[in-house]
T-cell receptor, first 118, second 114 residues
Framework: AQSVTQLDSQVPVFEEAPVELRCNYSSSVSVYLFWYVQYPNQGLQLLLK??????LVKGINGFEAEFNKSQTSFHLRKPSVHISDTAEYFC????????????????FGKGTKLSVKP | NAGVTQTPKFRILKIGQSMTLQCAQD?????MYWYRQDPGMGLKLIYY???????DKGEVPNGYNVSRSTTEDFPLRLELAAPSQTSVYFC?????????????FGSGTRLTVV
């Protein structure tokens, strides 16, 4: 992806409510897309990824995301959040090498801080 | 299984000093990466490596150097520290290029330059 935009810097939500974290990408060719989660004072860990095929991708901890090519979006969703989901979430994208991307070219969005309140 | 190990966890440097951030992985991954994370800015790629002896610049390489003499180790060198290098640094590795199988991140090094 040439760019990845996360539309919300902070999302507050109550426990057991559904949540959607929004991500848009810019690419004129095929693209790989990822969501990562970062808990306080830790490194990032992979939640889920879209490489090709089915546009609905399921990840760990009950999260899922849908690749929408026409809207250039890859929004992350969870039907019911827990306090333990409080973290920062990063969307990332890369153009495949066979479409002109480089091996190191995984671009991260600026992050969305999810705050789950009791 | 340690994964990706970064040392030190914290460091305070004076302007003009030099230091090396260490990164080691025990998963036999060919691909390794250095990112810096600044508040509200996401992660920016500094350097990456596709295998021992092969490195390349990322988006923000100025002021940094790397080497990759073995598959396991990928140290990041800061030669003349500047306040603009105050950041959290993450090392990551992956078995496939472009993180197609996901990156494994270290726990980070928090660097302050004063």
């Amino acid at each position: 992806a040439q760019s990845v935009t996360q539309l919300d810097s902070q999302v507050p939500v109550f426990e057991e409510a559904p949540v959607e974290l929004r991500c848009n990408y810019s690419s004129s060719v095929s693209v790989y897309l990822f969501w990562y989660v970062q808990y306080p004072n830790q490194g990032l860990q992979l939640l889920l990824k879209y490489l090709s095929g089915s546009t609905l991708v399921k990840g760990i901890n009950g999260f899922e995301a849908e690749f929408n090519k026409s809207q250039t979006s890859f929004h992350l969703r969870k039907p019911s959040v827990h306090i333990s989901d409080t973290a920062e979430y990063f969307c990332a994208g890369a153009v495949p090498v066979n479409y002109g991307g480089s091996q190191g070219n995984l671009i991260f969005g600026k992050g969305t801080k999810l705050s789950v309140k009791p | 299984n340690a994964g990706v190990t970064q040392t030190p966890k914290f460091r305070i440097l004076k302007i003009g000093q030099s230091m090396t951030l260490q990164c080691a992985q025990d998963m036999n991954h060919n691909y390794m990466y250095w990112y810096r994370q600044d508040p509200g800015m996401g992660l920016k790629l500094i350097y990456y490596s596709v295998g021992a002896g092969i490195t390349d610049k990322g988006e923000v390489p100025n002021g940094y150097n790397v080497s990759r003499s073995t598959t396991e180790d990928f140290p990041l060198r800061l030669e003349l520290a500047a306040p603009s290098q105050t950041s959290v640094y993450f090392c990551a590795s992956s078995p496939l290029g472009q993180g197609r199988d996901g990156y494994t991140f270290g726990s980070g090094t928090r660097l302050t330059v004063v």
